[in-house]
């Protein structure tokens, strides 16, 4: 790894987890949610703003409020067509109780750098249900979120990079991915990402690339063997 990269010192955060579940005829789920609390002692230092971290707190909060309520929505609207149609029909129909599951975990929190990748379950009807992963990257002092592009080195090609492992490990694999439609031809510009104390982990959704057994398609370029195109404003050496 370069020796230019600093060593690793854990954020002095605490991050607290907030749970909320209820259950209904037709609606169930179970959410919990991080929260940011820095140390008392950092409380709107040189270290952090409080108000960043309030901000960063809210925008995961109303981002998971909003998706719950879509699909509670939704099955309000599939309990109206069941109690007034489906209930009465005389060919028989299941009846569905729709779902959501939200967990996270903390990948990273070091050096004034934080990631959450929060994975999303919904069912709502049907063979099966999806499964949605978002990841929140932050640099804690401006709360600025990061892209993938933040992750590299000015002036370094990142996509060359990144297209070029995730090609050569497709390729190891091929059986497991899409090879015509659908089949990987590079990353986007705001390529999903989270980070882990050893690697990038860079991601796609359900069917993006891969059928959906496949699950969530991952691919992690380590420190030990790419560290040297990586920004070591955001990374550390363990």
């Not at 999303?120 to 401006?142: I, P, Q, V, W």
Request: charged share 25%.
């Amino acid at each position: 790894m370069d020796n230019n990269y600093r060593p690793c010192i854990n954020n002095p955060l605490y991050i607290y987890r907030q749970s909320i579940s209820k259950e209904s005829e037709f609606f169930k789920y179970n959410i919990s949610y991080p929260i940011l609390i820095p140390f008392a002692t950092y409380f709107n230092t040189s270290f952090y703003n409080i108000e960043i971290i309030n901000r960063i707190n809210q925008t995961i909060y109303n981002d998971i409020m909003k998706y719950k309520n879509e699909i509670k929505r939704q099955s309000k609207e599939y309990e109206k067509e069941y109690i007034n149609v489906l209930s009465k029909s005389k060919e028989e129909y299941i009846k569905y109780q729709y779902e959501l599951i939200v967990d996270y975990k903390v990948t990273y929190n070091r050096n004034h750098t934080i990631s959450i990748p929060i994975q999303k379950y919904e069912f709502t009807g049907g063979a099966h249900g999806m499964t949605y992963l978002d990841s929140y990257n932050y640099d804690l002092r401006d709360g600025k979120r990061l892209k993938l592009s933040d992750m590299f080195k000015k002036g370094i090609d990142y996509k060359k990079i990144v297209d070029t492992f995730i090609k050569e490990n497709i390729n190891k694999n091929k059986e497991l991915y899409f090879q015509d439609e659908g089949k990987f031809t590079g990353i986007s510009d705001n390529q999903q990402f989270y980070i882990e104390n050893d690697g990038l982990v860079v991601y796609f959704s359900l069917y993006e690339i891969a059928p959906y057994y496949v699950g969530i398609p991952k691919f992690k370029l380590t420190f030990n063997e790419f560290g040297k195109y990586f920004n070591n404003k955001y990374i550390c050496k363990s």
